[in-house]
């Protein structure tokens, strides 16, 4: 078949367990902490890799976020993917080992955990994609979190005002907990007055497309963004799809958006943010629902990528021969 059932993918539950067993076996390489809860009240959790997890370092940090809408459990599968990666690569590979010497690598596996529940454990998919907050005024529920940042919100068209929309955007930024949580974890990363995290990919499905900001905007530069940073985007964002064969373009280029993550994190924070849309390329082959037989082949398809990105997050200007 093209698409799966519920059981083919990782739950919540198994997604929590299964990092806290690798926690377990690698507890000098990985390190645990609940960044804040949902609003049905789960642990949204974090997970820093390096080679001495437990202590912070001061070393450029690179965040990888999953599961922001609720049906692209992929993208679950995919972290899952990246802490195995790190934990067993550490000592055999000499990428991810230098990697780990010189990183610190965070990983998010599920930004929204209520929505994945509610999606996947009723027995079959239910093709939710917000969060699970009630609306006032509405028997609507769910706010669009890739709407409800804090950077540009409700500008542009890129969202909607009415809460049975899917791009609902919230009655204001960071209304959803969510955000919040995600937004709070970033800007604690900023110490000495200076943001820790340089890079970021927030993976999505599906497209197979790496985008980048701005997306409230058709407009290739933008008070922010400059002609040499959007030459710095547009060049690692075309070496990472050179590896996996997903189309790299500005998020505009797809569609307009407002109060998306990476403009955000771009915008706001002067974090390199990238938001990819994994496989499948079409709703033909599954589209958010693609068999539980293409998860290994579909993960380990990004791995290079995501080497990548962090062998620039040192320095993201020297990719066009201007390091800074
Ligand atoms: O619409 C979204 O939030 C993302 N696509 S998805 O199908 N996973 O929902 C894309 C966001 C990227 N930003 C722009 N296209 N502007
Ligand atoms: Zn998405």
């Not at 998919?125 to 009630?134: L, S």
């Not at 955000?264 to 589209?287: C, L, N, V």
Request: charged share 20%; net charge neutral; glycine share 8%.
């Amino acid at each position: 078949s093209v698409t799966s059932t519920p059981s083919q993918y990782t739950s919540y539950a198994q997604m929590t367990a299964t990092v806290n067993s690798l926690v377990s076996r690698y507890p000098n390489l990985m390190h645990r902490q609940v960044i804040g809860r949902s609003h049905q009240g789960r642990d949204i959790i974090a997970v820093r890799m390096s080679n001495n997890a437990r202590v912070d370092q001061n070393r450029p940090e690179v965040l990888f976020s999953h599961n922001m809408h609720a049906r692209e459990h992929l993208t679950t599968e995919m972290a899952l993917y990246l802490m195995n990666e790190f934990a067993t690569g550490y000592g055999q590979d000499s990428r991810i080992t230098t990697m780990m010497n010189t990183r610190e690598i965070w990983i998010i596996p599920s930004l929204n955990p209520d929505g994945k529940v509610w999606d996947q454990d009723s027995g079959s998919f239910r093709n939710w994609r917000k969060n699970r907050q009630p609306n006032s005024g509405s028997t609507a529920i769910g706010t669009d979190i890739n709407r409800n940042f804090a950077y540009r919100w409700g500008c542009c068209g890129g969202s909607s005002t009415n809460p049975a929309s899917d791009t609902y955007r919230g009655p204001s930024a960071e209304s959803a907990p969510e955000t919040r949580v995600l937004t709070n974890f970033v800007r604690s990363r900023v110490i000495g007055g200076r943001q820790q995290i340089t890079a970021h990919i927030d993976f999505h499905t599906y497209s197979e497309l790496i985008l980048w900001p701005f997306g409230y905007t058709y407009n290739d530069t933008a008070p922010g963004l400059n002609q040499d940073q959007l030459n710095v985007f547009a060049t690692v964002g075309r070496q990472m799809a050179a590896s996996n064969g997903y189309r790299p373009q500005q998020s505009s280029d797809l569609y307009i958006t407002d109060g998306s993550i990476s403009d955000w994190m771009w915008g706001d924070q002067g974090i390199w943010s990238y938001t990819f849309e994994m496989y499948p390329r079409t709703a033909s082959q599954g589209g958010f629902y693609p068999p539980g037989s293409v998860i290994n082949r579909e993960t380990a398809r990004n791995r290079e990528a995501v080497l990548i990105l962090l062998e620039n997050a040192d320095c993201m200007y020297r990719s066009i021969g201007k390091p800074q």
